[in-house]
């Protein structure tokens, strides 16, 4: 309001406003100016690894994407549901641009978000372990409205990472929406588990309650773009 408040007296008084319709203006750019700081600070918070929007997601470079479902998923009402969504399809395909671009979409309706790849949440999980600060992560980890684990199933978890891992979706079913990226169908996930095929049975029966399956097939777009640039 500080800095506004002459730039809308003067045009206020330029159209011959009366006080009150100043007073709506000013506060007005007020309360515009909080929610665009909210936002920010939220996709701040949100420690995506790049900035990716959807308008900007190729979807003829993937015509067996379900387009239409993704422009819904936009709408962020998974969320309230607590539904989880999971991407399936080999890499390059752009599974993680859309788990960026809908991460965005949620900040700026008001949720917050965390990213997080798959090693980033294992070696969380350990980091907290070692330090006995387990439930300080976790009550940090139920404050969010939805988390991505990006790259699951590309490199294999010890024990202990499973452990965690099975910790983590225990701690985030039907409390807050998770999206996970994946190059490996459900039926291989137990080897990514450390053969574990007890607790990986238990850990996908979680997420799978409430589930929205994005299969993601097609030739890796980066190595198209890769082929186009070169001579």
Excluded at 41 to 51: D, E, F, G, N, S
Excluded at 74 to 88: D, P
Aim: glycine fraction near 4%; include cysteine.
């Amino acid at each position: 309001m500080l800095s506004e408040y002459s730039k809308v007296a003067k045009q206020c008084s330029h159209d011959d406003a009366s006080y009150e319709a100043f007073l709506e203006d000013l506060t007005g750019l007020e309360t515009a100016s909080r929610d665009s700081k909210a936002v920010q600070r939220r996709i701040q918070a949100a420690k995506l690894p790049v900035i990716k929007e959807m308008a900007d997601f190729k979807f003829t470079a993937i015509p067996k994407l379900n387009k239409a479902k993704v422009i819904e998923l936009t709408r962020s009402e998974y969320i309230a549901s607590r539904t989880n969504i999971v991407m399936v399809g080999p890499p390059g395909v752009g599974k993680s641009h859309i788990a960026i671009g809908l991460s965005l979409c949620a900040c700026r309706i008001g949720y917050n978000v965390r990213f997080f790849t798959a090693a980033e949440i294992v070696n969380t999980y350990r980091e907290a372990r070692e330090a006995k600060t387990v439930m300080r992560l976790e009550a940090s980890l139920k404050r969010l409205d939805m988390i991505v684990i990006d790259e699951l199933g590309y490199l294999p978890v010890d024990r202990i990472g499973a452990e965690n891992l099975f910790s983590f979706f225990s701690l985030c079913y039907e409390q807050v929406s998770l999206i996970v990226t994946t190059n490996l169908p459900f039926a291989q996930w137990p080897a990514t588990f450390s053969g574990d095929e007890r607790l990986t049975g238990a850990l996908l029966d979680r997420l799978t309650h409430r589930i929205e399956v994005l299969s993601i097939d097609g030739n890796s777009y980066r190595l198209q773009q890769s082929l186009k640039t070169k001579p």
